[in-house]
């Protein structure tokens, strides 16, 4: 499975931002995907997945009502859309597809697409 992460780039604070990951490959297998991000000298933290069968999604604290992932199947794509950005949500976001039921942990993903840079900042 290979992941194409693209839409990244710089916001002022209280803007938007819409992240984009498509899927190719033997995606069939893939149980969930997922969006972790890393600021400098922090670790990977999970920020959303999202159930490929289900559509069930899951948030970290911090980004609850501010932050929607979503999916479109046909397109193996899924999305996160931001809003009410904060400088806080400055980081390199990844995203990560696992075949694993634990979407929390960013050691049970098996695919990872390369990071965008998302900057929140006046």
């Known amino acids: 499975v290979q992941l194409q992460a693209s839409g990244g780039g710089l916001v002022q604070p209280g803007g938007s931002l819409r992240l984009s990951c498509a899927a190719s490959?033997?995606?069939?297998?893939?149980?969930?995907m997922g969006w972790f991000r890393q600021a400098p000298g922090n670790e990977r933290e999970f920020v959303a997945a999202?159930?490929?069968?289900?559509?069930?999604?899951y948030y970290v604290d911090s980004v609850k009502g501010r932050f929607t992932i979503s999916r479109e199947n046909a397109k193996n794509t899924v999305f996160l859309q931001m809003s009410s950005l904060k400088p806080e949500d400055t980081a390199v976001y990844y995203c990560?597809?696992?075949?694993?039921?634990?979407?929390?942990?960013?050691?049970?993903?098996?695919?990872w697409g390369q990071g965008t840079q998302v900057t929140v900042s006046s």
């Open positions: 490959g033997s995606s069939h297998r893939i149980n969930a």
């Open positions: 990560a597809a696992t075949r694993s039921e634990i979407i929390y942990d960013a050691r049970r993903y098996d695919y």
């Open positions: 999202i159930s490929w069968s289900s559509g069930n999604t």
